[in-house]
């Protein structure tokens, strides 16, 4: 194919873009394919080869550290050390998800037993957490799971990934949104509904508007684009604060402890452990946020494995044993949905200790809700870089460092999402945009560690590929059965040593053509491997209206890239093929040389 050009008569290259924060057209569609009616109709006429080409494409990690990263104009600043990373992580993660979603499921789903729900879900987050932290180190660009995608599974893997971090972040800052009005409420004797407008004519599960959520939005907005430092000191001392409410909360509720409470220890089973984890892993959600700060880390080969690791271990420890004080503290059917911790200790005659509680989980959702703002902000600041959504949004401000175009578009749509959608709801689909891409970073090491282009024979990446589909297919087999609730053990004795030899074959028979330079994964294929079972096996425990939802999101996605995303990143890798004639720029955009395994056959 001719660099710079289409071979279909599409038009490549892109025109040169407006410096500043104009609004023009060239400034979200600079892109040669819509320079004009006519030229977008030549587009459209080769959407078959263009996606052809970039479903074969892979980008390099020097253009996504080089090259993709030059296109926000200034650079963003490296001003990040492991201690802020503990913190933002801490700061990401301790939120909502505890101090709400611990009684929903404890009462409804799973009773006592919510203590080895979380830690499910914790091990499944920590195994992704080893992944990201690989990736973070070596690759340490404000695009996230995006840019690693784009690096190991190429361009249309990465975008389909990347509408659902984008879906994710947007979830997820809304429900958090919406459960500090819940908290908001309580601190002053007040239930949430009293603060929420009630829509007769909309749906039931859409029909409770929420300004004050819209209001607290807006406010991590203006914290968000002033300064990412700034930001951080800001969130660690929150968090120190939040810290300790949840140190008073464990001993306080602790000397209130009913072990009686704990005797009906598994109510609803093994499959309430298994259902209450898929939903729990939203409390474990906002890690991965961590990992786009790599890009303003002044030394990210120490600072991100302490950061991410330290951070998941301290936040899977303390959800424990708040669960075990929840759950010692009342009957598991006592136990209120909406401000559990609070009402628990009303009801044991501390009535005073409600006020700490409910400033303590304020103060933990504006820290979740002020590192979302962030994370969000520099993944979509990075996807835009690529030119799959409007380069507009990848602008970085020269005089704060933060990407703030990105950030108060990303912030506006979490606001429209809070003001409207019940927690429940955003919960469910959260945790199923939230594993899917927890399964391709899995996915995307295996491709990593053992695929390298020019190196791997055709024999090894062949078994590698037939190794990764027996190991998604035999997960998602268990995960099948798990869903559909078949009865009896014999499928489970069938597709767990299925996957356990797919794993087997995967180490014994495939070489690792790729060490890690700084920090790796231990024990792989194992530990890759097995995140991708407990990910996979953890959607099967998900209600089919998530995922129907989840289906048409991810179909609203396709059409977008088909008519937009494709066309602009595809005018936009070619011109940067024929600006950098002399170095290669993605695997799979041209003729491997001759005896070569070629990247974009995989």
Sequence with gaps: MAVGGDANGGGGGVRQRQRGCSCTKADFFPEESFSSWSAYGRALRSTGPRLADRLTSRSLESTELHEVRARSGADMKRDLTWWDLVWFGVGAVIGAGIFVLTG????????PAVVVSYVVSGVSAMLSVF?????AVEIPVAGGSFAYLRVELGDFMAFVAAGNILLEYCIGGAAVARAWTSYFATLLNHQPSDF???ASSLSADYSELDPIAVVVIALVCIFAVASTKGTSRFNYVLSIVHIAVIVFIIVAGLTKADAANMRDFMPFGVRGIFSASAVLFFAYIGFDAVSTMAEETKNPARDIPIGLVGAMTLTTALYCVLAVTLCLMQPYASIDKDAPFSVAFSARGMDWAKYIVAFGALKGMTTVLLVSAVGQARYLTHIARTHMMPPWLAQVHPRTGTPVNATVVMLVATAI???FTDLG????????????IFMLVAVALLVRRYYVAGETTVANRNKLAACIIAILATSSATATCWGVNVNGWVPYAVTVP????STVCLWAFVPQARAPKLWGVPLVPWLPSASIAINVFLLGSIDYKSFMRF????????????FVGLHASYDTAKALAADSAM????DGDGKPARGAVHNGEY
């Design 104 to 111: 929903q499921e404890a009462r409804e789903d799973v009773g």
């Design 131 to 135: 992944c990201y932290t690989e990736f």
């Design 196 to 198: 929420r407008i009630h």
């Design 417 to 419: 999402i809070a003001f």
């Design 425 to 436: 709801i955003l919960s469910n689909l959260l945790s199923i945009s939230t594993l899917f």
């Design 498 to 501: 299925a996957w356990f030899a």
């Design 551 to 562: 289906g048409f999101w991810t179909a609203g996605l396709l059409v977008y890239y088909l």
């Design 583 to 586: 170095a290669k720029v993605e």
